[in-house]
């Protein structure tokens, strides 16, 4: 293995410096770096600011020479301590310093949606194999090809009209009109009448049912002035937290299995006790706060599992940390959206962003600088998301409905496996094998990809960069942002190819 | 494996032969047969078809094509007067709104100097098409050619082949197609196709040189070799049909991808120029017109939506039909 990956790095090394020379080929003869001061008239201006330029840049040197300059320095970025540069770009301002401040907010942005669309089309996706030829999974069928064919900068604007704009104005003056109850009801009927599943009947009852409630529970929410102060309160938290306890004990074994969903619940319970108890150290807590409370509820949570699992205790550590994980996350929400009353009106009542990625000069707790990312986030997340999630759905889709025919399947039902333990344990884990590698290598994609989707929104990420180095023909500032995604293309491919052979014992990396 | 849809070992019936009626008869069809039989039940597909065929045969008839002219009156450059503040003139809600369907002058509208917007957005849907299709067929030909080689000679070629592959693998094609649009978008969008396509062929290319190390090793292939075949005809009349589902399945989805990328270039603004536009560009333009205008966002949007997803489900249907574990039709 370790053989196998140093081989790999040198021809990833190699087909670099190939991509690099092609790269600084095309974009050094697409254009002149100098046309920018033909608008200059007074011709003595004009002869120093290019001649300047022609200084910091080298542009009087041989192609080659230009090139191996810009090599030279790209190469120490290899050895560390010695220093990187990526050159200079028109401005003189260092192009390496420009790439680092950029790559974070692009790695932001991307991670978050790439994240939660793995989620998101990974159970959709299962869900939708296990129920082939369902309602259910033609729609997801018939989604994921009409998100496919959504570009990207179009649903872009129309989230920005119609999820920033449109909700902002609402959310000024909340009030149930026609069109609101419609959709409400709408969302929740589909969504309930898809879980359900089963005969048409029970899914129509079930979806007029919920249509019904999601109005209901809408205009309550409405009504009692939940959307200018939202929150849970400890009593719907500590229920969320109950609820979070079940699902984890359903995860892993079944209801009727007393000592996993006592071990879950206490873990809950400790959770809740834990946020409630140190009310005032999460006021304004920091991320290691934070982590360290988390840890805390996880630890006893095991703890419980070890002193009570007796023969159950592999599956009650694994309840009690989902459980834990569940319920941190919910107090998190929790805080982050309790915060929203004072963050409303610092940002003049219009808290859904549509540009940038915070609010400049924007100060506050620790909870409304959380929530100020968040609002930044979700509009490009959603519209990355849209996109990745149809081709999650669609490979997860089929990768489990492969794993389904197969022969060790039929044998672990064959030997009177409950359907929970075939689906989870025996082809969900197969499953996802060709996924990871799917994984790696959108992810590696989608940082050079989130051009569009910065540009639209605003992001000072690499798109931005990029796009800008473009209209100027700008050499040095583009191959840096090239430099920076290929470098993270080639590493995912390898990350790609281990995680296959890690994974698949029978893949062998020779 | 053969599809159970063929389940008479000695394959079909000699001519002239007569087939006793039995409870069920079963008639030998040819391999041609089943998939066309399979992507005609393809209702997708079907529908899929039919709605590209549609915006074709209205994109290039309506405003005519090169020195043919259309039966729609207005061209796609002239301005006018402003018809009811530019906003829409189709009605396709019959009677709910009171009066009953109606085209009108300006069906989707004019834009704010008064140029037709039907007239331009069949001609932005004219263009898109045609930078899909070049591309489509351009790297088809491109990566089957060079898969083809690199699979079946193997050696040299095939390494040259496939490091080249790598190469253009890494670079994310939107950053050096924008690159190169930026430099030579002023050559027109026939010029931007043949440019994409270039970069993009490398994943069919991968395909082929799969399948063709596979097939190289069949016997069909040895005897054809040990008959004299050349080379050429080896690849192209015993191997190229035996590839050619997955390079029909991977062109129909690769122009697919196409529409999307020469909008999404167009809308970043290195793809196709003014005065020529295309459907990204359209929507580029009047992005910020949303609040005012919203019909001049909202009808590009649809065309590309209708031609990516309607190639799409063809895809799909293409993919069912051409796959012999293939055993159902899926509806």
Known sequence: MAAYIIRRLLASLLILLAASFLMYTLVSFSGDP??????????????????????????????????????GGATQCLVPGSGCDLGLNLNNQPVTALVADAFPTTLQLVLAATVLSIILGVAIGIISAIRQYSAFDYTITFAAFLFFSLPIFWVAVLLKEFGAIRIN????????????????????????????GGSRRRRVAA????????????????????????????????LGAAACAVGATLLFTNL?????????????????????????????????????????????????????????????????????????????????????????????????????????????TFW?????????????????????????????????????????????????????????????????IPLATLAALDFGAVIGGAIITETVFGWKGMGVLF?????????????????????????FNLIADISYAVLDPRIRLT | MTSPLTPSPTGRTPPGMQVPEREFTITARTQGQMVRRRFLRHRGAMLGFAALMFVVLISYTSIGFGPVPGWWGLDYTSTGVLVDEGNPSLDVIPYLDGDGLSVGKHPFGQDQIGRDYFALTMRGTQISLMVAFVIGILSTVLGTLAGAIAGYFGGKSEAVIMRFTDLLLTIPVLI??????????????????????????????????????????????????????????????????????????SATLTIAAAILIEAALSFLGYGVRPPDTSLGLLISTYQTAFSTRPWLFWWPGFFIITIALSVNFIGDGLRDAFDPRQTRVRA
């Open chain 2, 176 to 249: 050096v197609a924008a690159v190169v649009g930026n430099a030579y978008g002023e050559s027109g969008p026939f010029f931007l196709a043949v440019v994409l396509s270039l970069l993009i062929w490398t994943s069919l290319a991968r395909l082929v040189r799969g399948e063709f190390l596979s097939l190289r090793e069949k016997e069909f292939v040895e005897a054809a070799r040990a008959m004299g075949a050349s080379s050429t005809r080896i690849i192209f009349r015993h191997m190229l049909p035996n590839a050619i589902g997955t390079i029909i399945v």
């Open chain 1, 169 to 196: 104005d609402w959310l000024a003056d909340p009030a149930v009109t026609l069109p609101v109850a419609v959709v409400m009801g709408g969302l929740s009927a589909l969504f309930f009448s898809a879980i359900v």
């Open chain 1, 467 to 491: 796009t800008s180095a473009l209209n100027k023909f700008d050499t040095n500032q583009i191959m840096g942002v090239f430099i920076v995604t290929a470098v993270a293309v080639l590493i």
């Open chain 1, 256 to 364: 009727e299995n007393r000592r996993v969903l006592a071990t879950s619940l206490a873990t809950a319970v400790v959770g809740v006790a834990v946020a409630y108890g140190a009310y005032g150290l999460l006021s304004d807590p920091t991320w290691v706060t934070l982590l360290a409370l988390s840890a805390l509820v996880t630890a006893i949570g095991v703890g419980i599992a070890l002193t009570f699992g007796d023969i159950d205790r592999a599956a009650a550590i694994r309840a009690s940390v989902v459980t834990s994980f569940l319920v941190g996350l919910l107090v998190f929400l929790d805080r982050t959206v309790s915060s929203f009353a004072a963050y409303s009106d610092e940002v003049n009542g219009r808290p859904i962003a549509t540009i940038g990625s915070k609010t400049p000069n924007f100060e506050g």
């Open chain 1, 34 to 71: 100098l046309a920018e001061f033909t608008a200059v008239t007074d011709p003595d201006q004009k002869a120093l600011l290019i001649e300047n330029r022609i200084d910091a840049l080298g542009l009087d040197d041989p192609f080659f020479v230009q090139y191996l300059n810009w090599l």
């Open chain 1, 368 to 432: 409304e600088v959380t929530l100020d990312t968040a609002t930044h986030l979700l509009l490009p997340t959603l519209a990355i998301m849209l996109i990745s999630f149809a081709g999650y759905s669609r490979y997860s889709r089929a990768s489990m409905l492969e794993v389904m025919n197969a022969d060790y399947v039929r044998t672990a039902r064959a030997k009177g496996l409950t359907e929970r333990t075939v689906v989870l344990r025996h082809a969900f884990r197969n499953a996802m």
């Open chain 1, 207 to 238: 979806g007029l049912a919920a249509g019904i409630a999601g109005v209901g529970v809408f205009a309550g929410l409405v009504a009692s002035g939940w959307f200018a102060n939202p929150g849970m309160g400890p009593g719907l938290v500590s």
